[in-house]
């Protein structure tokens, strides 16, 4: 009989709003075998768009993890591009668990040798950049751009994609990005028509990564291969 896995969708905000948006967004990379729930926080903030928001939310990333690993699923993806909780969480259970940033980062490097972020608010600036030589991607890193939309906004598709397209054609003719992460989840259904549209105006291929889609489909390959957090990074959390 063929093997099914379940992974959880962990939204980590204290909103169902983005729920059905988030299981949307990964719709086309969700393989035949895998199932997926969308779960979000019951307490915290109800967005994330500040190193406040990231430590308000981040305990209650790690107890709703907990309680996903218990129910018996096989992995996390956790719907956020600065990770939130993340690397907390992976001192508290036995199942893998990725956030936004470096699968987005990592799958671009696969493509390009330098990338840019393009993020919602002027106020995230800082706090992404930090990412980059956290990760040890300093060399690789053209620039980061904000399109200064709130996440509640990101819903108007049509002046998302534009303000996009605006900053990675900078991020392409100026910083010389060769591939372009949308810095945030809530960039959905932005990517392939910015890809199209960026084509057009750089007179090139340039890959626009959505985060949803590189981050599940990489959690999917680390469940299908049975790995989880090392414990010689994450000492496990007795408490």
């Not at 204290?14 to 019951?42: C, E, G, K, Y």
């Not at 810095?183 to 890959?207: D, H, I, N, S």
Request: hydrophobic share 45%; proline share 5%; with cysteine.
């Amino acid at each position: 009989m063929k093997k099914t896995y379940r992974i959880c969708i962990l939204a980590p905000v204290n909103t169902d709003q983005f729920n059905q948006m988030l299981l949307n967004a990964v719709q086309p990379v969700i393989p035949d075998d895998v199932t997926v729930t969308v779960r979000n926080l019951s307490q915290g903030h109800n967005c994330i768009e500040s190193r406040i928001d990231l430590l308000h939310n981040g305990y209650p990333v790690v107890e709703a993890a907990r309680q996903i690993a218990q129910d018996g699923f096989d992995g996390i993806w956790l719907s956020d591009f600065d990770m939130c909780g993340v690397e907390a969480a992976r001192e508290a259970i036995d199942i893998p668990i990725i956030g936004g940033f470096p699968t987005s980062a990592f799958t671009a490097l696969a493509l390009s040798e330098r990338f840019s972020i393009i993020t919602i608010l002027e106020s995230t600036l800082a706090m992404q950049r930090g990412h980059v030589p956290a990760y040890g991607l300093s060399e690789s890193f053209a620039s980061i751009r904000s399109i200064n939309i709130p996440v509640d906004k990101l819903s108007d598709l049509d002046l998302v994609v534009k303000l996009t397209l605006e900053q990675a054609t900078l991020a392409v003719q100026q910083d010389g990005a060769q591939s372009i992460l949308l810095g945030c989840t809530g960039f959905v259904g932005v990517a392939a028509e910015v890809t199209k549209r960026l084509q057009a105006a750089v007179g090139m291929y340039v890959p626009v990564v959505d985060p949803n889609q590189a981050g599940f489909s990489f959690l999917v390959s680390l469940v299908r291969m049975g790995l989880r957090p090392s414990r010689a990074s994450y000492s496990k959390y007795a408490g």
